[in-house]
């Protein structure tokens, strides 16, 4: 798996956009780009994926650069209870994911 | 997504013991991945359980430590055996679905004293 780069933590406002960035500078042309969160004390839960193309659920939107070096999840409208640890994972699609320490957001009221 | 179900939710052990962790999928999954998050760290990967294979463990996890299971597309255990106050873990499994979805189960924290 590609290493990925995350800040340590970040803050937003409740009801602003949270844009979380994640640099991947070594990912290989078929690495899918997954997000995941964790809510304390819970099992993470997935977010969304991409590959090259942009990518929008329920949850979030993906925003992958043309040259796949970077990304950023974007929560529309953060609320408190998207206060979580986010982890962004560059991955093969087939094979284990690899977490590393990930970005803590503190949603504000 | 998945409903994926860990049972026991958490236990508390006595040293030398063994605790077997049961992980149940409401669908059939070929992969399944054991990791473990220590208290504040992150989660590592113990290893990877494919139906009807042996199990492939990580670099600093073993067979005889962790012995794992998967005799369905819908089921796993996995064994902490021998237990150590090193050992209090959440633990938890990780079926991958078809759309290459990978989903965790609630968790199985784990205290050794």
């Known amino acids: 798996d590609a290493k990925t780069t995350q800040p340590p933590s970040m803050d937003c406002a409740e009801g602003r956009a949270a844009n979380l960035p994640c640099n991947h500078s070594t990912i290989s042309g078929n690495e899918y780009v997954y997000w995941y969160r964790q809510i304390h004390s819970q099992g993470p839960q997935y977010i969304i994926h991409g590959l090259k193309n942009n990518e929008t659920n329920e949850m979030a939107s993906l925003i992958i650069t043309e040259d796949r070096k970077s990304s950023t999840l974007i929560l529309p409208h953060a609320t408190l209870r998207d206060t979580a640890v986010y982890y962004c994972?560059?991955?093969?699609?087939?094979?284990?994911?690899?977490f590393g320490t990930g970005t803590r957001l503190t949603i504000i009221p | 997504s998945a409903v994926i179900s860990q049972k026991p939710s958490r236990d508390i052990c006595q040293r030398g013991t063994s605790l077997t962790i049961q992980c149940q999928v409401d669908?059939?999954?070929?992969?399944m991945f054991w990791y473990r998050q220590q208290p504040g760290q992150s989660l590592t990967l113990i290893a990877t359980?494919?139906?009807?294979?042996?199990?492939?463990?990580e670099s600093g996890f073993v067979i005889d430590k962790f012995p794992i299971s998967r005799p369905n597309l819908t089921f796993s255990t996995l064994t902490v055996s021998n237990m150590s106050p090193e050992d209090s873990s959440i633990y938890l499994c990780?079926?991958?679905?078809?759309?290459?979805?990978?989903?965790f189960g609630p968790g199985t924290r784990l205290t050794v004293l």
């Open positions: 994972i560059a991955d093969f699609g087939n094979e284990k994911l690899t």
């Open positions: 990780s079926p991958r679905g078809p759309d290459n979805e990978q989903f």
């Open positions: 359980a494919n139906q009807g294979s042996e199990a492939t463990y």
């Open positions: 669908s059939q999954v070929t992969m």
